[in-house]
């Protein structure tokens, strides 16, 4: 599974339409991720920033993210988002040996290769 977060900025529209109607948001971001395949992990609201909804979720990958996602992007209801791919400190970990085994065949421009 794959982790991404993605920052929104609600158009005006959107905002007075959920505070009207008292529209869960969280539940549809959930309802929408669990669609695709994935797990809603969080969902906050933000102020004093570019963004004002941060979601987290959990994904099998790429294409369910997107799948998952794109009603919501396509409807209009953000001004502006981004995507933030995440990963964990397991990761890390993994990465570190992945990174020892690279470092032994990786030589930088012009310098002598490692053996």
Excluded: C, W
Excluded at 15 to 25: A, F, P, T, V
Excluded at 59 to 76: K, R, T
Excluded at 92 to 108: D, T
């Amino acid at each position: 599974m794959a982790l991404y977060m993605l920052m929104g900025k609600y158009t005006s529209e959107a905002i007075k339409d959920i505070l009207e109607s008292g529209s869960d948001r969280e539940a549809a971001a959930s309802k929408a991720i669990e669609a695709a395949g994935g797990k809603l992990l969080g969902f906050y609201g933000m102020f004093g920033q570019d963004y004002n909804v941060a979601i987290i979720a959990d994904v099998p990958g790429n294409a369910e993210y997107i799948g998952a996602v794109a009603p919501a992007i396509g409807s209009g209801v953000f001004e502006s988002y981004k995507t933030i791919p995440l990963y964990t400190a397991q990761e890390v970990k993994q990465a570190s040996k992945i990174a020892a085994r690279v470092a032994k065949a990786y030589s930088p421009p012009g310098a002598k290769r490692r053996r």
